[in-house]
Nanobody
Framework: VQLVESGGGSVQAGDSLRLSCAAS????????LGWFRQAPGKEREFVAT????????YYADSVKGRFTISRDMGKNTVSLQMNDLKPGDTAIYYC???????????????WGQGTQVTVSS
């Protein structure tokens, strides 16, 4: 499975951004897709994940109510709508694929190259 993220950028606090991830390859549409992020000097952390049917969705507490994950089965894409962005959201955001919508990075089998999100105050 190949994953390609897009949509990162530099914004001001309170602004919105929408990240997208295109999944391709064998059985790509049967995988759960998740978003993780990694800030400089910090470990990669879970952001959100969605099952392959879209029926199960989980968020990190730090983004709940501000971020929304969704997927388009027809296009094999997953999106992360990020509203009310804060400087603490600054990180490289990675798309990942796993057999189940879990929160542990080590359980994801495939990763994208990442896209930078920078939020200034």
């Amino acid at each position: 499975v190949q994953l390609v993220e897009s949509g990162g950028g530099s914004v001001q606090a309170g602004d919105s951004l929408r990240l997208s991830c295109a999944a391709s390859g064998h059985s790509a549409n049967t995988y759960a897709l998740g978003w993780f992020r990694q800030a400089p000097g910090k470990e990669r952390e879970f952001v959100a994940t969605i099952s392959w049917t879209g029926g199960r969705i989980y968020y990190a507490d730090s983004v709940k109510g501000r971020f929304t994950i969704s997927r388009d089965m027809g296009k094999n894409t997953v999106s992360l709508q990020m509203n009310d962005l804060k400087p603490g959201d600054t990180a490289i955001y990675y798309c990942a694929a796993a057999s189940q919508p879990v929160r542990i990075a080590a359980d994801y089998d495939f990763w994208g190259q990442g896209t930078q999100v920078t939020v200034s105050s």
